[in-house]
């Protein structure tokens, strides 16, 4: 059933409420994680190395791929402390989600994501489900391969840029093929990592 114009409206306010307490949280988290980074180099080892264990955390944020989106899932993420920087990386399962006047696409997706201080990089494989692709309620499926790269706070806060490249017979032309997202991993190991639980 087609929502109506009251309904998409009234979505579409309530996003643009959740996108702004979204970044504002994103950068205060951000300030508090860097200043217990710091704390961190000097209250430990300055060259102690190790894994912590590997935790199931939420990953989630905003993106835009010539409109909005909200990303959301899991992420199996663990982070290496070395003495230069912090390294993270994992496997991640999550849902893009794209709501406009015309239609719903969405997309689960599976991909693997790896950073290296203030540089990351990840891949995805997305099955996109657009729901009314030409406006007459017919639905078409389609998979596309995104390749990520871009800035991040080591692994905590990421802003990536991605290119998807469609690998089905169908495609999905209701959203360009270029995108900008902002995630973050959800890793409370972040905050303290010199007490987080270690890998043997």
Known sequence: MKPS????????ITMRTAIRISILLILASAGKLMAQQVDSVFSTKPFERYWTKPRLVPKAGLGMQNRGFVEVGLQWHNIYKHPLSLISKGPYTTVDIFIDDSNILVGPKLGYEITVGVIG????????????????????????????????????????????????????????????????????????????????
């Open 5 to 12: 114009s009251a309904q998409l409206k009234l979505y579409c």
């Open 121 to 200: 990089i990840a891949l995805d494989a997305t099955y996109f489900i657009d729901y009314n692709y030409d406006g007459e309620n017919h639905r078409r499926n389609a998979w596309m391969a995104t390749p990520k790269a871009g800035f991040t706070i080591l692994g905590f806060a990421d802003l990536f840029y991605g290119y998807s490249i469609p690998i089905s017979e169908q495609t999905i032309d209701s959203i360009s093929r270029n995108r900008l997202s902002l995630i973050i991993n959800l890793n409370r190991d972040y905050f303290n990592i010199k007490e987080a639980r270690r890998r043997d």
